[in-house]
Structures are given as structure tokens and as C-alpha cells.
């Protein structure tokens, strides 16, 4: 087995719809024991030697009877959906002692996770990282799991990724971030939670892929399913998730790491914020129906509908993107689409980046797919998700409504002042680059030349 580069997962379970962090976390990993080949005991019993190429990155290795080990933790504040998860059909893959919850919750407030019940465990939180952590060779990074619409994901979640921050520093920090959406809410604080969580992200994290319950509902629709349960968004959200990872997990053709990830999507350090697709989507009864060229699959991860969060991206332009491609593809092929894509609708694509289009691919195919793709997509389009919960965080925050819940638990109010207003630059950042033209800068000195003469 080659050496890999090892990442921590984390999911945070939340008090949100379905207790999203591990239950997503949970079909998450089914899904990559499924493409290492390995049985639900974490036993190897696949064929192929790519799936142990690099399984490292995600397992560690135990016993004498080649069985691994996820390198994971499930936190919760309380221990409802972890036990479920114990007891599932998964639950004897993990380690006992990476199952790190509380007892009575966050009550969907973001300063019961962040300052009180949520402090209280970060300690215990953050010594079982660093065992993990010491497990293995060249660690590349976390990658965390959340809800920014809860108490626990939101606030616990913030808390630990700005202490991984302070412990480690040089370490990539990725997080799959699930966002409330009007449309599907079942909390009416959660405008507070995510601008809250917002401006802990802009701090701490490096790289975060926004995905939203809306945007999951629509996908069903469209496949015919009116009333998903929470596993059918839950798939979609491991989709993604394995996906992005597949040029860690499997080698290939124009590899990368996430950091070369982060380096090639962040052209800014705060507009780190990443609108993920996948293709192909499609229901299971039409599979044998549907048109699968390359120049399709790049089409279609470009294309709306198949976005994971509920953003327009005509509305704005593309800094960055990165697609990673699986199964038989051609490079050549996969390049002409992208190009011929950009060239087409050149007028959503900055200029000012030239190659702003990233490609990895691996030949090892995702289950189910003989080909497939994921994006993830830096566009200033994303100010539109920001925009619409500073909105619903005006209207309660004009009238202090439920404010006295956060300030009972030690909360300063100019907090949310605060998170206000770097929420409100961050969309002045998208707006700038939006508007930015290429050699406009160069104009500017000219003009000033001028005038100094």
C-alpha cells in the first residue's frame, strides 16, 4: 500500500432537521466502504488493488486480519442519533471511544454550543483528535460535517474548527456545510445560527462546500420523489462528498490534495465559500435512458439543476472551479467540454482568471456510474445565500427577538453586531469582484499617471 495523506473526518451531529450531521456522516461512510471494498465490520473483501491504493486516507488499519478503521468522530451534545448509529448496521466499524456526545443538547442555540454545554466537551473533543492525529503519517487536514442552522453543528462545530485552528495551524480545514433554507426550516432562529457560524467560518475555515435542504428537496421532485426521507438527501450529500475526495482516495490522471484543492478554488482568503454539483442525477427506473458523452456530464455540472444549494450562478460569475471526473473519460474529451462550455458563456466566467477551470481524474468509477462528476465552483452568485439570511436576521434583530436565549448563556450582544457586519462586507467582497473587469486596474494607474504629470 502506498503512502497516503491522511484526513480526520468529524461529524457533528445538530438538533436540525434529522440530526443532520450524523446521519449524512453515517451514508457517508457507507458509501466509501462500498467503493474500498470493504464489508460493514470494516473488512476487506473487494478485488481490485486500487481500492487499498490509498485507502489510508480515510482508515487506519487494525488487527492482524486486514481491518480497518474509519478515521472519524462522532460528536453530539446529545446522544440520540449517535446511539442509532452505534447500533446501526455500521456502527461496529468505529472505534467506541470516537462517539463523543452530551447529554442535553444545544436546544438549537448557537451560544449553548459555542460558550456553554458545547465548551464543556470541547477538551475531551479535542484529545481524541489529537490521538488520531498521532496515528498517522502526513496528516493533510479535517473535514467536518455540519449544520449551520442548529446549536450543536453550528456552534460546537465553530468552537472546534477555530480550535483546530489554534492547534493546527498549517493543517487544511474543509468543512460540508448544510445551510438553512427558508423554505425548509424547521427553526425560527436559525438566521442567527448561520450568521453566527458565518463569521466563524470566514476566520477558520479554508474551504467550505455550502449545501442546502432546498436544493435537495428540488433534486427529488425532479426525480419523482414528492416526500424524501432523510436517507434520499442524505445520498446525495455522500454523492458530493465522495466525489471531492476521489482524487485523495483513488490514484489517477491529474491527482490532487486539498490543498492544491484550496490553492487553485481561493483566490481570496475570504471567499471561501464553494457551490458543489454532481452528474449524473437521475432516477434509478430511467438510468438506462439517459445520455452519458463527456461534453453531457460537463454540461450537466454546470447546469442549475443539479446544484446542491439554492444559488443561481447566472446571476453572477465564476472565480474558480474544480470538476473531478471517475470512470472511462478522456482528458481530451473532458478538456474540449470545459473549454468549449467557457467559451460559450464567456460573459459568466471572469477574465481576469485566465485556466480558472481545475480538472482531476481517477478511472476507478463511483457505484452505480460508469461516469461521473462533481464541481465545486467558487461564484460570486453566492452572495444570493448570504443576502437572504441577513434579511431574516434583520427582521428579528431590529426587534431583539429571542436575543435573551443567546445572552443567557454569557453571550455579549455585539456579537451578532459584529457577525452582522462582516456578513455585509463578505457580500461587498463577492459584489467588488462581480463587478471587476480585466486591465481595469491598469486604467486607474493610467489615469493617475496622468493627472501627476
Known amino acids: 500500500m502506498s503512502t497516503s495523506r ?3 473526518s468529524l461529524q457533528l451531529g445538530i438538533l436540525q432537521v434529522g440530526q443532520a450531521g450524523n446521519q449524512a456522516g453515517e451514508r457517508f461512510w457507507k458509501t466509501v466502504i462500498g467503493e474500498h471494498g470493504l464489508d460493514n465490520s470494516g473488512a476487506y473483501i473487494g478485488k481490485n488493488d486500487l481500492e487499498l491504493a490509498r485507502i489510508g486516507v480515510y482508515f487506519r488499519e487494525v488487527g492482524e486480519k486486514m481491518r480497518y478503521v474509519p478515521r472519524s468522530i462522532q460528536i453530539d451534545l446529545e446522544n440520540g442519533v449517535t446511539d442509532r448509529v452505534k447500533s446501526g448496521p455500521i456502527g461496529g466499524m468505529f472505534a467506541p471511544d470516537t462517539f463523543i456526545t452530551g ?21 475531551t473533543i479535542l484529545e481524541e483528535v489529537g490521538k488520531q492525529a498521532e496515528a498517522t503519517d502526513c496528516l ?23 480550535k483546530l485552528r489554534e492547534e493546527y ?10 445551510l438553512p433554507s427558508p423554505k425548509v426550516s424547521e ?14 467560518l470566514l476566520e477558520s475555515s479554508d474551504l467550505t462546500t455550502c449545501i442546502d435542504n432546498e436544493a435537495l428537496y428540488d433534486i427529488n421532485a425532479r426525480l419523482g420523489n414528492k416526500t424524501p426521507q432523510f436517507d434520499d438527501l442524505n445520498y446525495l450529500i455522500a454523492k458530493v462528498m465522495c466525489g471531492v475526495s476521489t482524487s485523495l482516495r483513488f490514484p489517477g490522471q491529474l491527482n490532487g490534495n486539498l490543498r492544491k484543492l484550496a490553492t487553485n ?3 481570496f482568503p475570504r471567499l471561501h465559500f464553494l457551490l458543489p454539483s454532481h452528474a449524473p442525477i437521475y432516477n434509478a427506473q430511467t438510468k438506462n435512458y439517459q445520455r452519458s458523452s463527456t461534453t453531457d456530464l460537463v454540461a450537466q455540472l454546470f447546469d442549475r439543476k443539479n446544484l446542491l444549494c439554492a444559488c443561481d450562478p447566472r446571476y453572477g460569475r465564476y472565480l474558480t472551479a474544480a470538476t473531478m471526473f471517475r470512470g472511462d473519460i478522456s482528458s481530451r474529451e473532458a478538456e474540449t467540454a470545459i473549454y468549449d462550455l467557457q467559451q460559450k458563456n464567456r460573459e459568466h466566467f471572469v477574465e481576469w482568471i485566465p485556466d480558472n477551470v481545475s480538472m482531476t481524474m481517477v478511472t476507478s468509477p463511483s457505484i452505480g456510474d460508469l461516469k461521473s ?8 452568485s453566492m452572495q444570493d445565500l448570504f443576502k437572504r439570511s441577513l434579511d431574516y436576521f ?11 436565549w443567546y445572552t443567557g448563556e454569557g453571550m455579549d450582544e455585539m456579537e451578532f453586531s459584529e457577525a452582522e457586519s462582516n456578513t455585509q462586507d463578505l457580500i461587498a467582497e463577492y459584489q467588488q469582484y462581480q463587478e471587476a473587469l480585466a486591465g481595469e486596474d491598469e486604467v486607474e494607474y493610467e489615469e493617475e499617471a496622468t493627472e501627476d504629470q
Open 140 to 162: 493533510q487536514g479535517f473535514q467536518i460535517l455540519q449544520s449551520l442552522g442548529g446549536g450543536t453543528g453550528a456552534g460546537l462545530g465553530t468552537l472546534l474548527l477555530s
Open 103 to 123: 447529554v442535553s443538547g444545544a436546544g438549537n442555540n448557537w451560544a449553548k454550543g459555542f460558550y456553554t454545554e458545547g465548551a464543556e466537551l470541547i477538551d
Open 187 to 200: 427553526t425560527t432562529v436559525e438566521p442567527y445560527n448561520f450568521l453566527l457560524s458565518t463569521h466563524q
Open 394 to 404: 434583520h427582521l428579528m434583530y431590529k426587534r431583539k427577538a429571542f436575543l435573551h
Open 265 to 267: 478554488l481561493i483566490p
Open 373 to 380: 462528476g462533481t464541481c465545486l465552483s467558487n461564484t460570486t
Open 6 to 8: 491522511e484526513i480526520i
Open 169 to 178: 495551524p498549517d493543517r487544511v480545514l474543509a468543512t460540508f456545510s448544510i
